[in-house]
């Protein structure tokens, strides 16, 4: 589930945007190369303001987004996307400590999730269905692979068959979503979404809670 928790806001957040940086930028460079021109401080001064101000306003803005990482008004195809190539490129680079079952389920369920974000369009008409599958592929699958990941060796075959009972939940509920998206059924989409959140709030969809998450 995505949280509440927004990016922060306020004079350091104006400083950090993408604008502001892009800007002053834009400031740093026409007030050189003005300087080196006609060395008049004045002049450069002027021009940089103006370079600043075309930086400013041709940068497109930052998107604000909860402390997941989730766009605030919901991620796009692309984002989506991204995302997901980088949880496979992490699966690929530690797939000599994960479980052959677990990679496989792993695998079954980027290849339904693959298939929706292709149909991203489709997906944002049902926003249950849109703000599940963005908390799978920006918190749920990442989070769930760190925690394994991260346990001692000698406690890895121990925690294998929870861990590949909750990818075997999430892949089926994933692959119902799939269908109902496949299909353009809204309504099916709209219940789809609501059980897969409905999961992450029952706590089916845990972590493992001994090793802290």
């Known amino acids: 589930m995505a949280t509440s928790d927004e990016t922060p806001g306020g004079l350091g957040a104006f400083l950090g945007s ?14 050189i190369a003005v300087m080196l021109v006609s060395q008049s401080p004045l002049a450069a001064v002027i021009a940089a303001l ?7 306003f ?5 998107r604000r987004t909860y402390a997941s990482g989730i766009p605030v008004h919901g991620a796009t ?12 490129q992490s699966v690929r680079t ?9 990679d496989r389920e792993l695998g079954i369920i980027v290849l339904s999730l693959r298939e929706m974000i292709d149909r991203w369009q ?8 849109r703000m599940a599958l963005e908390s799978i592929v920006y918190q749920y699958l990442p989070n769930t692979l760190d925690v ?23 892949g089926t509920e994933v692959a119902a979503s799939r269908r109902s998206v496949l299909q353009h059924d809204l309504e099916a989409m709209r219940a789809n979404g609501r059980v897969l959140e409905q999961k992450f709030e029952d706590g089916d969809l845990k972590m493992f809670k001994e090793h802290g998450l």
């Open 148 to 170: 394994f990941l991260r346990l001692p060796d000698s406690a890895k075959p121990h925690a294998a068959p929870e861990w590949i009972s909750q990818l075997k939940l999430l």
């Open 77 to 88: 195809g692309e984002e989506m996307a991204g995302r997901l190539s980088a949880f496979q």
């Open 58 to 62: 041709m940068a497109p803005p930052d």
């Open 18 to 31: 993408r604008p502001n940086l892009v800007g002053l930028a834009a400031f740093l460079a026409v007030f």
């Open 122 to 129: 489709d997906v944002k008409r049902a926003p249950e269905q």
């Open 94 to 102: 530690n797939r000599g400590r994960i479980p052959p079952e677990a």
């Open 50 to 56: 103006l370079g600043y101000g075309a930086g400013y």
